[in-house]
């Protein structure tokens, strides 16, 4: 009995449409631009890595391209 349960449980759980929340940038939906700078920064290893500041500028500088 427990394994057929078990099975109906499997089953449906296949069927269930859950919305997943992608945490933080990583939702690919929007500001894509952004998000290409932001990650090329990310992994970049040199003296722009880890700068706030710097990042704020690659931020408007992609927001102002766009108007």
Known sequence: ????TSLIRKTLSLF???DKT???RWSIKDNKD???SLANMDSCGDS?????SKYTD????V???KK
């Open 1 to 4: 009995m427990k394994r057929y």
């Open 16 to 18: 269930k449409h859950e």
């Open 22 to 24: 992608v945490l933080g």
């Open 34 to 36: 952004i998000k290409q």
């Open 48 to 52: 722009l890595c880890g700068t706030p």
């Open 58 to 61: 690659a931020i408007n500088n």
């Open 63 to 65: 927001l102002n391209k």
